[in-house]
């Protein structure tokens, strides 16, 4: 029989924790779910664009009844419970009904503080927190009558915005001097406030409220100093309680919320809370956005997976007030050792603050301008070190795209930033919709993933993410799980890998869990590359863990039939080695034969059981694999430099030559190319590589992180250098940083624009130490890579069975 | 037609690989999982005809080279969202020795 869990509380953060056991363990209980209120659930911060008319609630259902009929989820709609019994393990609501749980799970929310003030118990004087509460509002509100709303928060805003639109008249009343202080600093409350009183909206700050006026229903408010001011309807919105009544008859340790630890637990190990009756950490929290990681790190727990920790949130806030931007996050206040960054555009009505520690973002806000927002918060959450583009950071994400620093903006954005904080979606599940759902327009991805289908205000966002994942295929994944197999992103796996010396793949599956026997194609070769990269020598390179490219040293072509690129080193050739090219291209009757753009020939068209044989005639010519298949080192394109061009003026060639010498055969997380040119005329086209670099009449200029392909990136300068040795060492010391940091299939472009150019400078520039053991340990490694796979199969030694039939039947 | 062929040792296929088989109907790749369990295959992806044998063996499923089809080995049946079908081969293992019959059948309830 299944275990029965039981929620009490069908609201935002209980049903998250159902829908994300469901989708993780449907099977594994038998669900019952008791509401106070009498409706599925629904998206409670909808309820001020309801109040305001822009949304009906049967827009912002969330889980409607046919939802919890279709997942056999039994709902008590309308019933509260009044008592846990835990020693019996039971719930007992209101009208009798009992039910047994094994594990129950309180989410019961919390209710609005309302003022201990005589009158306060008067028929027109409410809270704002559920759909009767809106019904109340929308039942007293007619033109001409008065509303004083108390407290000049969020909530408070949007309640008074959402009565004007009825044509209320509406006072808010607000204790401080500054509207919204938790969310807002004193400039950006200023903006605010004249543009809410530009619409109708009247102020009172500093006034305390003494009394609710009225006999049989509220008649009007007074204040501390004598003030009255006439009121049909009072909206009590100066904060909220969580609701740990249930809690507390139970026995269940409670202080200001319901106390949970890092997996959502109380202190009854079968009783676990979420959202906002909660207190975590110390931290009570208000906002939609924690619920969400609670809910996640639950459900992982109550299916038994027993991964996964809640570590507090950093929140942000947007008010949904039409027609008013405002954006607040973080430490926003700044203290003594912090710096402000201000833009300010009165005529445009724009005002951003940044505030920033060691050049970290720490807190941000924003009026009049917000499309950023998003990306702030991000680089926030990550700790980022903005020193690269702090100059222009105000300017935003679009900005510095156009300044062709970025690929493209959002999606330079890490896959688990959220973009849309109603619903709690992030980006990854955005793009996975729309490449694996086949998505292509704003409204089918709004069904899908209910991105941008509440507030509305990051549709931008999701366009823009639409537009960039119609195009791109391929992308690495960020803090995302590497695949389906696992729970683990490529990061924590590479620490695995180095941090508890696992050496094969076996040791990976096994010490991490792996969901599936043997992986799958996207973690396998991911995997076999980590490996090698960290234990070369040492671990097994798994050839059937590989692309089948680099399992046959060649290039599949569309018809099945390979392509094969002998390397031309620094593309330098010699006229031995074009005849025995030419001898093979007749031999094995190859269709075409090319020049690439890498500086060597390319034979298309070769059957795979010639390829033993074409390698080994162009062995014995001293050509070896050109390693035009891999995810390795290419190519190193040169020009032809001092020895014959009248500007070169070092020796390009050769460098480009000791270069390739020292790098080839070394596996990277992506094709890794390099160009060494003769001047600063550049013909080797060194700024579009990952490496390039470019002789002066002093010495060498290295540039990093630059690709071709279908946005161009131009490389970063990464320092100036005298010799050649020096090149050599600074070279092997960044291909063996990337090799060691980026993630499986991130070309240097995007690494370093996720890492920051500051970050590469100080680990190859600044740190001397550093940089040599990077390069002993390129060089260590080199010593197990640099063997042709081209001899070592043709000889027919390694591999045979990949290019000979089984068998043959007639 | 109904033959059973000898077609070489079970060791003679790498686990999480694949041999071809060459016939008259065409190549067939026989696989071999973790678990050496075998199945046979036309060689040629229901989508745009891509060597199956090249791809990469995970679980009881295979990864076309070309695309990133993914199929089921035991049918030969292309993963939602991709529909479509790889002509699929009786073969079993008897004392070490992998048989493989010509008849092709398409779909997995005639083995
Ligand atoms: C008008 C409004 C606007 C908001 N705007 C925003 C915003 O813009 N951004 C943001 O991040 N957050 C916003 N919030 C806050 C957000 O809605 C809450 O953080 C969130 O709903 C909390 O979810 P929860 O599941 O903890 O509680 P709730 O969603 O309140 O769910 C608790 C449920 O439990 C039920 N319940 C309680 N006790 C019992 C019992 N004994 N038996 C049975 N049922 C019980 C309650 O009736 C309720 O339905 C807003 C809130 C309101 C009211
Ligand atoms: S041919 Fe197999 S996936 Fe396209």
Redesign the interface.
């Known amino acids: 029989m299944k275990e029965k869990l039981v929620l009490i509380g069908n609201g935002m953060a209980g049903m998250r924790t159902i829908e994300e056991l469901l989708a993780i363990a449907p099977d594994k209980y038998d669900i019952t779910v008791f509401g106070a209120e009498p409706h599925g659930n629904y998206n409670r911060i909808m309820l001020s664009p309801v109040l305001a008319g822009e949304k009906t609630i049967a827009e912002i259902m969330i889980n409607d009844l046919d939802w919890y009929a279709k997942n056999n989820v039994r709902l008590h709609a309308g019933k509260e419970v009044v008592e846990i019994h835990r020693t019996r393990r039971e719930v007992r609501t209101a009208d009798g009904t009992v039910e047994h749980y094994d594990r129950l799970l309180l989410a019961t929310g919390s209710n609005p503080f309302i003022l201990p003030v005589p009158g306060n118990q008067l028929p027109g004087v409410i809270g704002f927190r559920d759909i009767k509460d809106v019904e109340t509002m929308l039942a007293a509100a007619q033109p001409g009558r008065h509303a004083v709303v108390i407290g000049g928060g969020l909530l408070g805003l949007e309640a008074a915005n959402g009565l004007m639109k009825h044509g209320m008249q509406c006072t808010v009343v607000h204790l401080g001097d500054v509207l919204m202080e938790r969310q807002l600093d004193p400039v950006a409350a200023g903006l605010l406030r004249a543009s809410l009183e530009e619409r109708g909206m009247r102020f009172l700050l500093g006034a305390q409220t003494a009394a609710i006026l009225g006999e049989d229903k509220v008649r009007g408010v007074r204040f501390k100093d004598g003030l009255e001011v006439p009121a049909d309807l009072v909206v009590m919105a100066v904060g909220i309680r969580p609701n740990t009544d249930l809690a507390k008859q139970a026995g269940i340790h409670t202080e200001r919320g319901i106390v949970v630890n890092d997996t959502m637990q109380t202190y009854d190990p079968r009783v676990y809370a979420v959202g906002e009756c909660v207190q975590h950490r110390g931290i009570c929290y208000g906002l939609v956005a924690p619920l969400w990681e609670q809910a996640k790190v639950c459900a992982n727990h109550l299916a038994q997976f027993g991964i996964g920790r809640y570590q507090g949130s950093v929140t942000s806030t947007k008010l949904k007030v039409t027609g008013i931007d405002l954006f607040s996050a973080g430490n926003f206040n700044g203290s003594a050792d912090c710096e402000e960054i201000v833009l300010r555009d009165p005529a445009r009505g724009v005002y951003k603050k940044l505030v920033v520690r060691d050049n970290r973002i720490q807190g941000a806000v924003m009026y009049g301008d917000t499309v950023d927002g998003a990306w702030y918060f991000q680089l926030l959450r990550e700790g980022t070190d903005i020193s690269d583009f702090r100059e222009t950071v105000l300017f935003g994400h679009a900005h510095m795209a156009d300044a062709g620093r970025e690929g493209s903006s959002v999606m330079s954005m890490s896959d688990d930033a959220e973009i849309c904080g109603c619903n709690g979606v992030c980006k990854g599940t955005i793009v996975k919709a729309i490449t ?3 998505l292509f327009t704003l409204d089918d991805v709004r069904a899908h993933t209910k991105a941008s289908a509440s507030c509305g205000s990051c549709t931008g966002l999701v366009e823009q993410i639409l537009a960039a994942t119609v195009g791109t295929i391929g992308k690495t994944p960020a803090e995302k799980p590497m695949c389906k197999c696992t729970e683990h992103s490529h990061d924590v796996v590479r620490t695995a890998i180095r941090e508890r010396h696992l050496t094969s793949l076996r040791a990976v599956f096994d010490t991490l869990d792996w969901k ?6 996207s973690c ?2 991911a995997l076999n590359y980590y490996l090698i990269a960290t234990w070369p020598g040492e671990a097994q390179d798994d050839q ?2 590989r ?2 490219n680099e ?2 040293h060649a290039n ?1 072509q ?1 018809d ?1 039939t390979y392509s094969v690129v002998p390397r031309m080193w620094g593309g330098l050739t010699t006229p031995d080695e074009l005849r025995a090219i030419a001898d093979v291209a007749d031999k094995y009757q190859i269709p075409t034969v090319k020049v690439t753009g890498g500086q060597r020939i390319d034979l298309l068209g070769v059957k795979k059981d010639d390829l033993p044989r074409v390698w080994a005639d162009l062995n014995a010519a001293g050509m070896v694999s050109g390693h035009a298949y891999g995810k390795s080192l290419r190519t190193v394109k040169t020009c032809v430099g001092s020895d014959w061009c009248r500007f070169g003026t070092q020796d390009s060639t050769g460098l480009g030559v000791k270069l390739e010498k020292m790098t080839w055969g070394s596996w990277t997380p992506h094709k890794f190319k390099m160009a060494v040119s003769g001047c600063p005329r550049n013909c080797a086209e060194a700024t579009i590589k990952d490496f390039g670099v470019i002789c002066v009449d002093s010495g060498y200029e290295l540039h990093v992180g630059g690709n071709g392909g279908i946005k161009i990136r131009g490389t970063d300068l990464l320092c100036k250098l005298a010799t050649e040795e020096e090149v050599k060492e600074f070279c092997g010391a960044f291909m063996q940083l990337y090799r060691e940091e980026a993630r499986y299939l991130e070309r240097t472009a995007p690494w370093i624009e996720r890492v920051g150019l500051s970050y590469v400078k100080s680990k190859i520039v600044e740190d001397e130490e550093g940089r040599k053991a990077l390069y002993a340990r390129f060089l260590a490694s080199q010593q197990f890579a640099q063997i042709d796979p081209w001899a070592e199969r043709a000889s027919g030694g390694v591999d045979a ?1 990949e290019f000979e ?6 | 037609m109904t033959d059973w062929h000898d077609i070489g040792a079970l060791s003679d296929i790498p686990q999480l690989g694949s041999r071809i088989v060459k016939s008259a109907q065409g190549d067939i790749a026989v696989f071999r999982a973790a678990d050496d369990a075998v199945f046979a295959l036309s060689d040629s992806c229901p989508h745009r005809g891509g060597p199956l044998s090249q791809g990469i063996v995970h679980g009881h499923r295979v990864t076309c080279p070309l695309h990133n089809w993914v199929l089921e080995l035991e049918s030969g049946a292309a993963i939602a969202p991709d529909v479509g079908c790889a002509r699929k081969y009786p073969v079993r293992v008897d004392g070490g020795r992998v048989l493989l019959q010509l008849v092709s059948v398409t779909d997995s309830s005639s083995v």
């Open positions: 694996e759902k086949k599936t026997p043997d992986g799958c194609h396998r070769p059937r863990s692309f089948i399992r046959v599949i569309k099945g069975h039939p089984l068998a043959a039947i007639n």
